[in-house]
């Protein structure tokens, strides 16, 4: 599956992508530039909103069916950040609430070393292209 597009932005992030069991999982591997806070250290809120909206983009674009060129507009995306993203490893996956002819809905979910402890989570309205 190709629907990571290569852009500045992306390689940036260095985020990823891998199939489990049919669903997608994204992958943020740990950079030294995504740190926001030395002290504790821990990822960047921007960096973790960011790889999270991706996240949902590419969940949609999967459920739209891939159109060269033709990305979702995002409407609104809020993010509950819950806990400090620690440096290491993060993955996310998105959930389609509602697939509209015009608007969706997705829920993204953030975490590192345990599923059930997630680091964010987010609810996104997004145009269809």
């Not at 943020?28 to 960096?47: E, K, Q, S, T």
């Not at 590419?58 to 990305?71: F, I, K, N, S």
């Not at 996310?92 to 590192?112: D, I």
Request: net charge neutral.
């Amino acid at each position: 599956m190709t629907i990571l597009p290569s852009s500045p932005y992306l390689d940036f992030l260095g985020v990823e992508t891998r199939e489990d069991e049919g669903d997608l999982i994204c992958v943020l591997p740990f950079a030294d530039h995504l740190v926001g806070n030395v002290a504790l250290p821990a990822l960047h809120g921007g960096a973790v909103g960011a790889f999270l909206e991706t996240c949902a983009i590419l969940e949609l674009l999967r459920a739209h069916g891939e159109r060269q060129g033709a990305y979702p507009k995002t409407i609104s995306f809020t993010i509950q950040y819950l806990r400090s993203g620690r440096p290491k490893t993060t993955f996310a996956q998105a959930k389609v609430t509602k697939l509209g002819r015009r608007v969706s809905n997705v829920f993204v979910e953030a975490w590192q070393s345990e599923r059930e402890r997630p680091i964010a989570t987010a609810q996104g309205q997004f145009l269809k292209p």
